[in-house]
C-alpha cells in the first residue's frame, strides 16, 4: 500500500513559473524526502526534512512540512525544462526507517 | 567515485523463467535495498541487506530473495516469474553512518512474457 500521495497526479507549466506538489501520509513519521525521476530511471535525492522542522530549502527548492494535517509541499521556483520528470515523496514511519513512496506526480515544463 | 551500479540495463525473460539482478553499492556503503517500480507507480520496497543478512522485508512472496556479498554488493533473485514481475527494479544503498537518505542506480528493466 502507498503510504505518501502526492498531488497532482501531473502539471504542465512554462519556463519560469513555479510548480507546486503536494504530499500526504498517514501514519506518525521519523522523516519524509522528496526524489526526483528521470524517464523511468534511478530516483535522485532532492532534500529531507525531519518530522520536527517545518520547512527546509535547497537552492530553488523549498520543502514544508505540517505534521498535524499529514502533508508537506514541494516548491520548484523558477523551473526549467530540466526539471522536467516524476516527483516522489518518501515516508519513514515511526519504528521503521524503511521509505515508502507515493505514486509520484510528474511535472512538464515546457520551454 | 562510482555511484551504485546495477547490471543488466534490460533483461526479457518468459513465464516460470528465474531471474539475477546485480547492484555495487557507492563507495562506503555497506547496505543494499531493493525496490520493484511497476510502470506509473512509486517504488515498492521488496527488502534490505546488512552484514550480508535481510534485516528487512516489504510484502513480496518469497519467489524473491536476495544475498549479499562480502564486499557489499548484492543479487536478487525472482523464481517462476509472472508477467506482473515486469517491472523497473532498483537498487539503492546508505553509507555506514546510517544516514536515512538512499542513493539510487538507475535501475533493471525486466519484461516477462
Known amino acids: 500500500s502507498q503510504q505518501g500521495e502526492e498531488d497532482p497526479q501531473a502539471l504542465s507549466i512554462q519556463e519560469g513559473e513555479n510548480a507546486t506538489m503536494n504530499c500526504s501520509y498517514k501514519t506518525s513519521i521519523n522523516n519524509l524526502q522528496w526524489y526526483r525521476q528521470n524517464s523511468g530511471r534511478g530516483l535522485v535525492h532532492l532534500i529531507l526534512?525531519?518530522?520536527?522542522?517545518r520547512e527546509k530549502h535547497s537552492g530553488r527548492l523549498r520543502v514544508t512540512l505540517d505534521t498535524s494535517k499529514k502533508s508537506s509541499s514541494l516548491l520548484i521556483t523558477a523551473s526549467r525544462a530540466a526539471d522536467t520528470a516524476s516527483y516522489f515523496c518518501a515516508t519513514d514511519a515511526k519504528g521503521s526507517y524503511i521509505p515508502t513512496f507515493g505514486r509520484g506526480t510528474s511535472l512538464i515544463v515546457h520551454p | 567515485d562510482a555511484g551504485v551500479t546495477q547490471s543488466p540495463t534490460h533483461l526479457i525473460k518468459t513465464r516460470g523463467q528465474q531471474v539475477t539482478l546485480r547492484c555495487s553499492p557507492k563507495s562506503g556503503h555497506d547496505t543494499v535495498s531493493w525496490y520493484q517500480q511497476a510502470l506509473g507507480q512509486g517504488p515498492q520496497f521488496i527488502f534490505q541487506y546488512y552484514e550480508e543478512e535481510e534485516r528487512q522485508r516489504g510484502n513480496f512472496p518469497d519467489r524473491f530473495s536476495g544475498h549479499q556479498f562480502p564486499n557489499y554488493s548484492s543479487e536478487l533473485n525472482v523464481n517462476a516469474l509472472l508477467l506482473g514481475d515486469s517491472a523497473l527494479y532498483l537498487c539503492?544503498?546508505?553509507?555506514?553512518?546510517?544516514?536515512?537518505?538512499?542513493?539510487f542506480g538507475p535501475g533493471t528493466r525486466l519484461l516477462v512474457l
Open positions: 539503492a544503498s546508505t553509507p555506514l553512518t546510517g544516514q536515512e537518505t538512499q542513493y
Open positions: 526534512i525531519r518530522s520536527n522542522e
